[in-house]
């Protein structure tokens, strides 16, 4: 497993460097020292923590649904012309771009600030690693 340092295992977890490091004191988080004597944690490990603390906020919808990856987030920017438009959210650390008509994003009253969710229902997710990691 890869050795992940203090400062990226921050950024993975949408975090700062000083609550990660809070974990690993406490106890939270298990990490030991590479060979240059840094502070890492087992990339596995980070995994389960990562899994184990998520929270996401809670759905504004509240309604169910067969789509499991749902984001709920700000809405940023939408750009529309007469037939469609690009409706941008920010979903904690990540950016979710939509294209959709721009009757549709009238409807739901899309506009920077609204609070709305995500869903993606895709058949290809498409995962990609670093050249050279193994």
């Not at 995962?127 to 193994?134: K, Y």
């Given at each position: 497993m890869p050795a992940?340092?203090?400062r990226d295992a921050a950024i993975l977890l949408g975090v700062s460097d000083d609550t990660v490091r809070r974990w690993i004191d406490?106890?939270?988080?298990a990490a030991s020292r590479d060979d240059s004597g840094r502070m890492v944690v087992d990339g596995k490990t980070l995994a389960e923590f990562?899994?184990?603390?998520?929270?996401?906020?809670?759905?504004?919808?509240g309604g169910g649904s067969s789509a499991r990856n749902r984001l709920v987030g700000l809405v940023t920017q939408v750009t529309a012309d007469k037939v469609m438009s690009e409706v941008q959210m920010q979903c904690g650390p990540f950016t979710v771009v939509s294209l959709m008509s721009t009757a549709s994003a009238r409807q739901l009253g899309l506009e920077p600030g609204v609070v709305a969710v995500a869903v993606v229902k895709a058949t290809t997710v498409i995962?990609?690693?670093?050249?050279?990691?193994?």
């Open positions: 992940i340092r203090i406490s106890g939270s988080l990562a899994r184990d603390h998520a929270t996401p906020p809670p759905d504004p919808l995962i990609e690693t670093p050249a050279g990691q193994s």
